[in-house]
Every structure is written in structure tokens, then in C-alpha cells.
């Protein structure tokens, strides 16, 4: 059944918000379950809103008539000297089912470290399936007419539509297993979602003056879907899981899931139970699985008056539309997640299994409304499938978008002859993307593949009066030992090298100092030469590896500088190892060495580009451990033009070019000048760069005398140089500016010349007067309950209930009957809760509803039901062209009222209009002048 109305705000009211937390419901496993049981049980049960009842229901709980305000604001604008008609209709179904059942015959399943597992399981399937139609109308026309002597009325006559539907369909299968303890080792998912809209806007305008009239016909729409199918995700734990028995043993429960870096130190999962309030800790696991994502959307935007505002017709006509299919998978490891989970009242209830039995269960204050880890699970699906989705198909959705609006719009910069698209950026090794050259190698994988944080990195500065070689080296791939080298004594002992000759016998036999030794005494190198004992830690690398200085790994780091063109222009070798004597020590290593080419820096302003390569070598083996051929990059020298840009307005024209000189170098001079498209030059200016700022700026206004193609050149030359050493250029088109034409400029006049804004002025005071007395009455209510409700004997969440108390009595809102509560609520919610054999009948029929046409029956949503509200507001609806319910009378001329609003534009000259005006104009409006009512 449909319902008209016109406040759909309102829909955010308390009830409207107890309906939105009660739709959940169906999201609750009710299985009676003991541990291993000896019996599977089965359950069906769902929740069914019809939203035709959202009116009644905000009546039921404000005690506001929605029709009888929306006559009071059309009475308010009668009066005031102009018609208004507004009216809406919704027509919408929200069903949720859920069919719960176990299989307790043992299965063998493997666990996360691929071990077979014995358990049994227990398994929820949801299905959800919403959809809303609406339809709005609004009419309004106000006419002054001509003064004695003249024919020009002033007038207008707006009449618009909007038409929109939602649809969202949800199904899940969530399975769960658990071993003999009642323990929870993992659980599949296999889930589907797909969530529609679709709004259109048709506007039919007429306005009238100064004896002009202009038209406006315009539409737009907009649509978009987002699928996730075929979606089948496993989740096991790291261990299993005493959650569900620690639920049922304790009023307070927090769990958590270990982080990376505390599995990483050998944390293990446990039950803390020191406190009040048990924690359960866990390792969550991994959360892997499979995707099939899917976008599809339009928008369109036809009939802007684009002639009378100097534009050609159809020129701000947009159509855009793309669709995006892509499968793929996710993984992810759960480390850190939080849940508290605390029990409340305790309840008896009757699960209405048919057998009369009552259930006694405790509400989970905290709780969502269902198993809350089912919810973990499903979030971790949605946010995978949905992340991965999003990385595959980004970049091209983001390229078809831009390239559509440029093509609409157009941009200048791609007629800027020195605009680059990848300026200061690296292309990553896939080809497909491009991040900022100072992201490379900053620790971070900016690439998708990675590629831009490399092993071995090089690049090249000037300081001073020097060029320098850096290379960036990844230390993690060097062998070195996080435990010091050692020296072995006669008898067998071992010390750390660094006790080696420091003046402190550590060996028995004093072997590890001078006085133990012979001035003659050498000692054997890895690579078999000797050297004296008193070489040793003596702060110099006297055997090829420096394992005389305690060097566990030595490294040979070869650098070459060479020209843009590839010539080497300096090359370098140095060492690098974990003790003394090496040109690079592990302890003062930050991620590079440098080298001091010797080579003097470029002196010339402008931009200079050299090229580095480089190697790692373990010096013990002759093995390269990682290389590079060839990274070049730029360094500027002297002034540059950070700006260079024209703008034009009509036939001005505003230059606009900046200079930046961070170093205050100065010896430069900025020519800037602009020329027609037929080489003409119209403009010239320079500028002296002299070093004594950091920012020059150079802003001009030109005026031109023909439209058509004109650039801006702006040159820096260095002192004592002919050519330029910097230069940019922008092309620009120039246009006389666009006038409104006179049927615009003549109809604004005469409104404003009217008296519509005295009318609108006595429009606000009428409604002011009429809703005077309107005021919502005091919620019925004085406390509530929201209760998901936890079985400690089944360990499972059997069902959720949402009560209400006032000083009478206890209700029930929705949920399962339950002793000391009632069905006779003062003020009820329209909400149906089903179980057992009607919620297994409809949830197979809801299974196949994918389409709006299945969700929602198409024939209850008639708009003669917006006369029928208007007619109860107190509205004559005889000359308005509005379809009528002829099902008692029979059609009595023979014709067919129009039963969509399309139609009744076409057949009443009028175009249905913006829902949400019904609302602004009687909710909104009305809480503004009760407010001020009680502010007096």
C-alpha cells in the first residue's frame, strides 16, 4: 500500500530511527545450541516494514496531522496572493529473513597453518532485500497584472517532478565452526550485495514581464549501482577461540585481536580474568577471499536557457555514463580490532518455535544487533572486496570522468604550450601510474608494485664549490651481525672483539693483550695474508675485509658521475663496514654515502642534469649485492618563473608572472610579451631581477581590440647572456564578453518592480498565524530498551527486542514476546516480526526479488492518492489536472485519469515538483515559528 505525504524529513524522527535499528534485527543468529550438541535446531524468523506507515507512525509519536499542516502552508500562500500545491508519495518495502540452522556432524576443516581440525558448524543465512519508489509534485503561480494602460503582466508558473527509487539487496551465508570445547576455529562467508539509486528533476517554468516571456524546460538525472557477487571468503584463527564460552560465563567481556608486532614478540592468545571485566585475546588470523565488483552510473543535464545567458544552445548539456566490472581478490590480517561486550537485564522470552517454551536470555547493551562476530566478518569482506575493487578500477573511472568533463567543458591547460601533465613525477615500473619524484625511495610503496623504493638508489647535489655523489643503499640487505664479532682464547673462551688490546686481561694467559704477545707475533687475515698483532684495534683496516677491527661484513660501494649524455665524468670507490677503518662505518650509516666528486658545479643559470650509477659488492666474495645502471636528475641554478598565466574577461585581458629567486642571486632581466594570432605584438614590458628579494611579480591589465588567439611569452636571460635561459608561454582565447539577453534582463526587471517580495513577506506572516498553534505532543514515553539478546545457555544471540515504559506499564515495540512487557502500546511502531513457517515462506519468495519491480508492488504506488491528501488538507483539486481514484464510481467521462506524473504533466500542463519543499514548508517552518511562539 502506498502512502502520500509530504514530510519525508520527518522519517528522522524517534521512530524513524527505532525502525532504522530494528531492520537489523534480521541479522541475528537464533540457534539453540549447547557445546557439541546432541541435537541440531533450526530456525526461521525475519522482520517486514511497509514504509506507507511512516506517516501513521509520526503521527502515533508527535501528534502532528502531516496533511492538515500542508494545507495550512497552501491556505497561508492563498492568502497571500499566489497558488501553491505540494504533495509527495512513497511507496517503499523493507523485509529482512533469517534462517539459522547447525550441522553437528563432525567435519574435518584445516585451520590457518593448513592442520586438519575436527569440528562441527553452525551456519546463518540472510536475506535483506529494500526498496523505495517516490514521486513529488509541486505547482506554484503568482500573476500581477499590467498597470492601467499597459498589457505587460508580471507572472510566474512552476510546475517540476521529481521521481526517484532505491533498492538494496543483501545475501549472506555465514558459516561458522567450532570444535569440541565450543571454541571458534574460523568461519566462510559467501556474500552478495548490490545497492541502487536513480533521481530524476523535471522543471516546466514560465515567467513573465515587461512584455517578455521566458521558458525554462530542464531535466536532469542521475543513477548509480555498486555490486559485490560472487564474493567467498575464509577466515581462520590463529588458535581457537574461547569467545563464545567466556560470553556466557561473564556479565563483561572485551576482545581483541593481537597486534602484528605483538605476535611478532611471541605473544600468545589468552583469557585475562584479573580484572572485573574478562578479556579474551586472540590471534584473529588472516581473512582471505574471492570478488566480483561492479559500478555502473549516469548523469545527465539537458535544458539550461543557454541562448539567453550568451552561450550557444545545448552547450552545458551533459551525458555521462561508464560501467566497471572487475574480479579479483583480498587478504587481510586482523591485528588490533576491538569489541566490548556487556550483558544488561536479564529477560524471559518466547522464541516462537511453536512449542510454547520460554527462553531465558540477557540483553547485550554494547552488543550490535546479531553475532558480533559475524559483523567483524562481514566488514572485513565488504572493506577488502571493496578496497581491492577500488584500487583495480580507479584510475580508469578518474581517467573517463576527466576526460568527460574536459570534453564538456574544455580546460586551457591543455592549450599551455609548457603545461606537462607529469611534471616533477617518476613513472612506476607498471607503466600505469605516476607518483612525485620526492616520494621515491621516503620508505613508503607509493607504487602500487612497489618499485619506487628501490635497494640501491643515486642522485647528485652542488654545494659550495663542489659536486657530490649520493648513494642511497637499503641496509637490510647487507649481511652484517646484530651480535659483535669475538675473539676465542687458549682456552677456549670467548669475548667481544672490542676487548682485543684495551689494556685489560679478559684471556687466563693474557692472549687477547700486548703483554701476552712478542713484538714478532702476527696474526692470520680471512684472506690468508698476516699482519703484526699490534695491528689489531688499532682504528685502521689493515686486513682487506677489516676483520682485524671486529668487522663482521665488509662492502665495496663503486660510484660513477657521468653527463646527461652517459660520459663518465668522476668515479669513486669506498668501503663500508660494521667496524673501524672502513670509509663508511655501520654506525654512523644513515641510508647513504656520499662521495666528493672534486668536479666543480655548474655555474651557468638554468637547468642541469647529470646521471649517476652505482654497485655493492661483498668485498670477501667478489658477489655484487646490488646495482644500478643509470638515475638521472635535475638541479636549477640561478632565478626561475614559478608563474606565467593569462586571464581574460571579454576583451581585458590580466597577466599575470611571478619570479622566484630563493638564493638571491639576481644578474637576470624578465621579458615579458604577448602576441595575436597573427604575430602582432600588443604587449611588452621587462623587468630587473637584481637579487635584492626572493619574489618578483609582475601583474599588467591589456586591453584588446579583435577577439581570437593570443599568447604570452615570459623569458628570463641572464646578464651578460642573448638567449634566454627560462621560458614559458600560455595561448588563451579571447571572446567578447557574454551578455544576458534582453527577455532575461526585461523579466528580472519587472519582478523586481513588482510586489512578489511584499507578497512572500505576507506569505511568511499568514503561516506564522496558521501554525500558531501547532505544537508536537510529548513523546509517549519516558525510558526504552534496545535489548539483542544473548542465550548464555545456547551461547548465541536468540533474538532482539526494542521496548518502551511510561508510568503505566512496560511495551513491547517489536521482538518476541516477553513476560512483563505488552502488545498494548500507546504509541506503536508498524513493524511485523515473523517466525517459524511464515518467515521461511517469505524469505524463499525474497530470495528471487532483485529488482524494484519484485520488492515493491508497482500498482499501489498511484499518485490519485497525492489528490486524496491534497483534498484532506482542504485543497480544491477540480481544475488541477491531478489523477483521481475512480475504483468506487467507475470512470464516469470515459477517459483514464494519468497514473504517473509524467503524464500528469503532459495532460495538466504542469510538471511534478521536489519532494523535500513538502517538508521544508511544513516541518521546517513550522518548528521556526513554534520556536519564536515560545521565545515571546
Not at 379 to 395: D, R
Not at 698 to 713: A, I, N, P, R
Amino acid at each position: 500500500m502506498a502512502e502520500s505525504g509530504m514530510a519525508m524529513n520527518m522519517r528522522k524522527s524517534a521512530p524513524s530511527l527505532l525502525l532504522t535499528a530494528l531492520l537489523l534485527v534480521a541479522l541475528v543468529p537464533t540457534g539453540t545450541v549447547a557445546a557439541t550438541p546432541s541435537e541440531a535446531s533450526e530456525f526461521y524468523y525475519g522482520v517486514e516494514y511497509d514504509w506507507s506507515s511512516v506517516d501513521s507512525d509520526l503521527t502515533n509519536f508527535t501528534g502532528l496531522d502531516i496533511p492538515e499542516m500542508l494545507g495550512e502552508v497552501m491556505g497561508a500562500a492563498d492568502d497571500a496572493g499566489f497558488n501553491l500545491v505540494v504533495g509527495q508519495l512513497f511507496t517503499g518495502s523493507s523485509n529482512v529473513y533469517v534462517h539459522h540452522f547447525e550441522d553437528i556432524t563432525p567435519r574435518t576443516i584445516q585451520d590457518m597453518n593448513g592442520e586438519d581440525v575436527t569440528v562441527w558448524s553452525r551456519t546463518d543465512e540472510v536475506t535483506l532485500r529494500h526498496g523505495v519508489l517516490f514521486d513529488g509534485v509541486l505547482m506554484a503561480d503568482w500573476m500581477e497584472p499590467a498597470s492601467f494602460g499597459s498589457n505587460d503582466d508580471t507572472s510566474f508558473d512552476i510546475d517540476a517532478f521529481v521521481g526517484g527509487e532505491q533498492v538494496l539487496t543483501v545475501d549472506i551465508s555465514y558459516t561458522e565452526y567450532l570444535d569440541e570445547d565450543y571454541h571458534l576455529v574460523g568461519a566462510d562467508m559467501a556474500f552478495s550485495m548490490e545497492v541502487s539509486l536513480s533521481n530524476a528533476i523535471e522543471l516546466d517554468a514560465l515567467f513573465e514581464g515587461g512584455g517578455e516571456e521566458l521558458p525554462i524546460d530542464f531535466d536532469t538525472g542521475i543513477s548509480m549501482s555498486y555490486a559485490i557477487t560472487e564474493s567467498a571468503t575464509q577466515w581462520r584463527l590463529g588458535s581457537p577461540s574461547p569467545i563464545y564460552v567466556e560470553m556466557s560465563d561473564n556479565d563483561f567481556t572485551n576482545w581483541y585481536c593481537l597486534e602484528e608486532w605483538e605476535i611478532d614478540e611471541g605473544m600468545q592468545a589468552e583469557v585475562d580474568d584479573s580484572d572485573s571485566d574478562v578479556v579474551v585475546v586472540d590471534h584473529c588470523g588472516t581473512v582471505s577471499g574471492t570478488y566480483t565488483g561492479a559500478l555502473d552510473y549516469s548523469f545527465s543535464l539537458t535544458g539550461i536557457p543557454t541562448e539567453d545567458i550568451g552561450l550557444d544552445a545545448g552547450e552545458l548539456d551533459i551525458e555521462l555514463s561508464d560501467s566497471v566490472t572487475e574480479s579479483g581478490t583480498f587478504e587481510d590480517t586482523p591485528t588490533g580490532d576491538k569489541m566490548e561486550l556487556s550483558m544488561g537485564d536479564s529477560l524471559t522470552v518466547d522464541l516462537g518455535d511453536g512449542a510454547g517454551l520460554t527462553t531465558s536470555v540477557t540483553s547485550c547493551t554494547n552488543c550490535p544487533p546479531g553475532n558480533p562476530l559475524m559483523f567483524f566478518m562481514m566488514g572485513q569482506v565488504i572493506g577488502g572486496a571493496s578496497e581491492s575493487f577500488a584500487e583495480s578500477v580507479a584510475e580508469d573511472v578518474a581517467d573517463e570522468l576527466s576526460d568527460s568533463i574536459l570534453n564538456i567543458f574544455g580546460g586551457d591547460e591543455a592549450e599551455s604550450e609548457d603545461y606537462d601533465e607529469y611534471e616533477n613525477q617518476w613513472q612506476c615500473d607498471s607503466g600505469d601510474q605516476w607518483v612525485y619524484e620526492w616520494e621515491i625511495n621516503n620508505g613508503y610503496e607509493d607504487c602500487w608494485d612497489g618499485s619506487d623504493e628501490m635497494d640501491m638508489s643515486g642522485s647528485w647535489s652542488a654545494y659550495g664549490e663542489n659536486m657530490y655523489m649520493n648513494l642511497d643503499i637499503n641496509g637490510e640487505m647487507l649481511s652484517f651481525s646484530d651480535e659483535e664479532a669475538t675473539f676465542t682464547c687458549d682456552d677456549g673462551t670467548e669475548i667481544d672483539w672490542s676487548s682485543l688490546r684495551d689494556w685489560s686481561n679478559d684471556c687466563a694467559n693474557n692472549e687477547d693483550e700486548d703483554a701476552g704477545h712478542s713484538e714478532t707475533d702476527t696474526w692470520t687475515c680471512n684472506d690468508g695474508t698476516t699482519i703484526s698483532w699490534n695491528q689489531i684495534n688499532d682504528y685502521n683496516a689493515d686486513c682487506a675485509t677489516a676483520e682485524d677491527e671486529g668487522a663482521t661484513a665488509h662492502y665495496t660501494i663503486d660510484g660513477v658521475l657521468m653527463s646527461e649524455d652517459g660520459t663518465p665524468l668522476s668515479q669513486h670507490q669506498g668501503t663500508f663496514c660494521d667496524a673501524n677503518g672502513c670509509d663508511q662505518q655501520l654506525d654512523w650509516f644513515h641510508g647513504a654515502m656520499s662521495f666528493d666528486t672534486g668536479i666543480a658545479p655548474p655555474t651557468s643559470y638554468g637547468s642541469h642534469e647529470y646521471c649517476t650509477s652505482g654497485s655493492v659488492t661483498d668485498t670477501s666474495t667478489g658477489d655484487i649485492v646490488m646495482e644500478f645502471s643509470s638515475m638521472c636528475n635535475e638541479q636549477w641554478i640561478g632565478p626561475s618563473i614559478g608563474h606565467a598565466h593569462a586571464h581574460s574577461d571579454a576583451m581585458d585581458i590580466q597577466i599575470e608572472v611571478y619570479v622566484y629567486d630563493w638564493s638571491e642571486e639576481g644578474d637576470a632581466t624578465l621579458s615579458v610579451s604577448m602576441v595575436d594570432e597573427n604575430g602582432n605584438q600588443v604587449f611588452l614590458d621587462s623587468m630587473a631581477i637584481d637579487g635584492s628579494d626572493n619574489e618578483y611579480y609582475m601583474e599588467e591589465d591589456v586591453s584588446v581590440l579583435e577577439e581570437g588567439e593570443y599568447c604570452l611569452h615570459a623569458e628570463l636571460t641572464e646578464t651578460g647572456q642573448s638567449e634566454p635561459y627560462d621560458a614559458h608561454s600560455h595561448c588563451f582565447s579571447v571572446e567578447e564578453g557574454q551578455e544576458p539577453s534582453d527577455r532575461i534582463v526585461a523579466v528580472v526587471e519587472a519582478m523586481a518592480e513588482s510586489d512578489l517580495g511584499e507578497v512572500l513577506e505576507q506569505f511568511g506572516m499568514n503561516l506564522g498565524d496558521r501554525l500558531s498553534d501547532v505544537a508536537p505532543t510529548e513523546f509517549p514515553y519516558n525510558d526504552g530498551m534496545w535489548a539483542p539478546m544473548w542465550s548464555s545457555e545456547h551461547a548465541a544471540m536468540v533474538g532482539v527486542g526494542a521496548y518502551a515504559m511510561d508510568d503505566d506499564g512496560a511495551y513491547i515495540m517489536a521482538g518476541p514476546a516477553t513476560e512483563g512487557y505488552t502488545n498494548d502500546a500507546p504509541a506503536k511502531v508498524s513493524i511485523r516480526y515473523l517466525t517459524g513457517v511464515p518467515a521461511s515462506t517469505a524469505a524463499e519468495e525474497a530470495e528471487t526479488a532483485t529488482s524494484i519491480e519484485d520488492i515493491v508492488d508497482i500498482e499501489d504506488h498511484d499518485l490519485a492518492e497525492i489528490t486524496e491528501d491534497l483534498q484532506e488538507a482542504g485543497v480544491d483539486t477540480t481544475d488541477l489536472g491531478l489523477p483521481i481514484d475512480d475504483t468506487d464510481d467507475g470512470d464516469s467521462d470515459g477517459e483514464t485519469p494519468p497514473q504517473t506524473a509524467e503524464e500528469l504533466a503532459e495532460d495538466a500542463g504542469l510538471l511534478p515538483a521536489l519532494s523535500p519543499l513538502s517538508v521544508l514548508a511544513v516541518i521546517s517552518l513550522a518548528g521556526v515559528f513554534i520556536g519564536r511562539r515560545n521565545d515571546a
